[in-house]
């Protein structure tokens, strides 16, 4: 008998859920950046906030949720909303943007519809 085989026939442990979760919600962008491979045809959809609470709902033990992968998250026209879910549900959300669907209206505009 191996040693790994020995390990295997007493793992008994549990692994802990994990807090932390990547979501995409987008795979798409508003630009067009040379080599980008969501630029070059990779980009799709949005997640709609649906399928994002279907998710969510699935994981109580979140605590940190990331909203970003390859995609502009903005461009999700649900992302606010996404935020504010997870927010609600004491989940620390962050993101990452290239800023261009960022503009003071636009904060402004979300910032009265989550109050
Ligand atoms: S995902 Fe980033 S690098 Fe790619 S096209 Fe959009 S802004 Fe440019």
């Not at 080599?35 to 109580?60: K, N, S, W, Y």
């Not at 502009?72 to 620390?92: H, K, Q, T, Y």
């Not at 990452?96 to 109050?115: F, P």
């Amino acid at each position: 008998m191996t040693n790994s085989a020995v390990i295997n026939e007493n793992m008994s442990f549990r692994l802990p859920q994990p807090i932390m979760l990547w979501m995409e919600p987008s795979a798409s962008c508003n630009l067009d950046c040379p080599g980008c491979p969501t630029a070059a045809g990779r980009g799709g959809g949005v997640m709609h906030l649906e399928d994002f609470i279907h998710v969510i709902d699935q994981t109580p033990w979140l605590r940190f949720l990331n909203l970003w992968h390859r995609g502009e998250p903005l461009v999700a026209p649900d992302f606010p909303d996404m935020v504010a879910e997870a927010s609600r549900r004491g989940i620390w959300t962050q993101t990452y943007t290239n800023g261009l669907l960022l503009s003071k209206n636009n904060l402004a505009e979300r910032r009265r519809k989550h109050r």
